[in-house]
């Protein structure tokens, strides 16, 4: 309504408060307190409005977070043909694409870590790195479950921050950690370009 009737001025004030909630900056982002539609309160939007609102009003620093915050929703929210929610193909398209990308990636990094150069033959018999016993079987169960963790199915998408203690001991959990946070930057660096929206986040 701001940009329909000419409102520049509180359009820019409107802007300026949706930075925090959609971020350019991954240290931005990891110290955010509120992300995505929480910024709108209550009702809170649906992710696929919030993501037409800003393609259709070039709000283009938030859209590569925005398209991830819809995808989180899952598919099905992802593909809803209710008004106001439905994602222009192409839009649709690029997301589902782009995540797909962002998944890839991760699951890159779990197999690094099950098969390459991060497992180590860990005593703990609770813990996914111990592949003391039949390792070719104890490597895949880690395989699994790592790619389950950093690709976040269980709690929130690739950025998320799940435990990896809930699978290992604590102390394989802090020495993977750093690892984990490396690959969730470079997630987030990618972000823009496998979105298509633009070639890095200081482009957009």
Known sequence: MATKYGFSDL???????????????????????????DVFGSPEPHPNAVLNLFTEQNVRFAIPFASYCAYLGGFAALMSDEPGTALPRHTLARTIYGMGLSQRTMTHAA?????????????????????????????????????????GRRQGGVLSTPSLGDITCEICARELEGYHAAWRSTCWRQLPSVLGVAGSWDEV
């Open 11 to 37: 359009r820019e004030q409107l802007v300026e408060d949706l930075k925090g909630a959609y971020p350019t900056k991954w240290e931005d982002f990891e110290s955010a307190r509120i992300l995505g539609e």
């Open 111 to 151: 197999y690094r870590i099950a098969y390459v150069d991060n497992l180590r033959i860990c005593p703990e018999r609770a813990c996914v790195l111990n592949a003391g016993i039949n390792p070719r079987e104890r490597r895949n169960e880690a395989l699994r479950k790592v790619s389950d963790v950093l690709s």
